[in-house]
């Protein structure tokens, strides 16, 4: 069965140094999201991704994250200077026709010191 | 304003012990309403969508359904391997086609 892939399933960082979360979606899926989960609180949506671009994100997705797709199969959020309110879990999800059901990858758990 | 809540947060049932997790919701002009399982350190787990209200899902003990402002997951004589948590989450009509709202989850415990 297909599935998203994500790496790597957990990484440590310090405080203020740049983090990339990679994931590899559905290869016939279009539309590309990003999640994240706070230990212990709700799925929050950051970004969705469609026709190269961001077709939408939310107050959390400022200025220090980034979305890229850079060679059409790899799909990745940046996070330039990490804060500690950045811990959490990570999650990548695609669609594909109808944009309807959310596939999700595993997760990268972020923590940062 | 949550768009949507969903009750009890935690529910402890012995096994064979039938009971129902619930979801509102606000959005307006819904485009379809899903159910998640969730495992702990996993991603979410897709169970069903139900896209217009009195539609019913079933699979296995779970079956879903949908009013014009909620949703109820029913578990019917769970197992212990029915624990997760279980999220519902509601996509909205209209230029936010793309955006999918969660609810906090119902952490579900089934005792042997």
């Known amino acids: 069965e297909p599935e998203v892939t994500q790496t790597p399933s957990h990484q440590v960082t310090q405080m203020g140094q740049e983090v990339i979360l990679r994931c590899v979606p559905i290869s016939n899926h279009l539309y590309f999201y990003w999640y994240r989960q706070i230990l212990g609180q709700k799925v929050e949506f950051l970004v969705s991704f469609y026709n190269n671009e961001i077709s939408e994100k939310s107050e959390i997705f400022d200025d220090q994250f980034s979305v890229e797709r850079p060679d059409g199969s790899n799909f990745t959020l940046k996070i330039r200077s990490t804060k500690l309110e950045d811990s959490a879990m990570y999650f990548c999800?695609?669609?594909?026709?109808?944009?309807?059901?959310?596939?999700f990858g595993a997760g990268s758990r972020l923590t940062v010191l | 304003e949550d768009q949507v809540t969903q009750s009890p947060e935690a529910l402890r049932l012995q096994e064979g012990e039938s009971s129902s997790l619930n979801c509102s919701y606000t959005?307006?002009?819904?485009?379809?309403l899903f159910w998640y399982r969730q495992d702990p350190g996993k991603g979410p787990e897709f169970l069903f969508t139900l896209y217009s209200a009195g539609e019913e899902k079933e699979k296995e003990r779970l079956k879903a359904t949908l009013t014009k402002k909620e949703s109820f997951l029913h578990i019917t004589a769970p197992k212990p391997e029915d624990s997760a948590t279980y999220l519902c989450a509601v996509q909205e009509g209209g230029g936010n086609f793309n955006k999918f709202y969660f609810g906090s989850g119902t952490k579900l415990n089934v005792k042997p």
């Open positions: 959005v307006s002009g819904l485009r379809g």
């Open positions: 999800a695609s669609t594909g026709h109808g944009a309807n059901v959310l596939t």
